[in-house]
């Protein structure tokens, strides 16, 4: 059982370059999180969703867009890299709309030059 | 606004000594409150819920609605409590993390 999985792990993009960082669960959780944490700032809830088809904002949306085709997947997508993107991004899903305890990935560290 | 305050960023205590972790929320509902703690090179995973009102790794939380707090405490502390420590709120369908308190036990 591979909980919340991850991918990458490690990044360095160039301002303007866009990627996707993936996120996957086999826990057919229907909600879904990204977070990114900053020093000082904890984590700070980027998108989430709660169920196939249907996803919305967190805290700080901007310059990230996520899609959600199918319960297990929940990809992150950065259109245009900025510097202040550099973070360290954590994935998560819990069952019932996020009412139980999130399980989380590994993280992703992202590295904008 | 929903807003979750960890005023201490370190925390250094001595082993076997007493550890009270603070968080402090703002929110104007009934509270879902949970700690959450990160292990050197682990991942992030639940320690515990107020709802649960159960003691996890002898770590205990109460919430007090009249002060708006949820700390975290625990009578003895151990080095494998060393760890980053995070106070969540949880409401609607969004969660809401402080920012972090870093435990070190010294031996």
């Known amino acids: 059982n591979a909980g919340v999985t991850q991918t990458p792990k490690f990044q360095v993009l160039k301002t303007g370059q866009s990627m996707t960082l993936q996120c996957a669960q086999d826990m057919n959780h229907e909600y879904m999180s990204w977070y990114r944490q900053d020093p000082g700032m904890g984590l700070r809830l980027i998108h989430y969703s709660v169920g196939a088809g249907i996803t919305d904002q967190g805290e700080v949306p901007n310059g990230y867009n996520v899609s959600r085709s199918t319960t297990e997947d929940f990809p992150l997508r950065l259109l245009s890299a900025a510097p202040s993107q550099t973070s360290v991004y954590f994935c998560?899903?819990?069952?019932?709309?996020?009412?139980?305890?999130?399980?989380f990935g590994d993280g992703t560290r992202l590295s904008i030059l | 606004a929903q807003r979750v305050t960890q005023p201490e960023k370190l925390l250094s205590v001595f082993k076997g000594a007493p550890v009270e972790l603070k968080c402090n929320y703002s929110y104007s509902g009934s509270p879902e409150l949970f700690w959450y703690v990160q292990y050197s090179r682990q991942r992030l995973q639940l320690l515990l819920r107020?709802?649960s009102r159960e003691s996890i790794k002898g770590f205990t939380a109460d919430l007090n609605k009249g002060e708006t707090s949820f700390h975290l405490k625990k009578p003895f502390a151990q080095e494998e409590d060393s760890a980053m420590y995070y106070c969540?709120?949880?409401?609607?369908?969004?969660?809401?993390f402080g920012t972090g308190t870093s435990l070190t036990v010294i031996p």
């Open positions: 969540a709120l949880h409401t609607g369908n969004q969660f809401y």
């Open positions: 107020h709802i």
């Open positions: 998560a899903s819990s069952s019932r709309q996020g009412r139980q305890p999130q399980h």
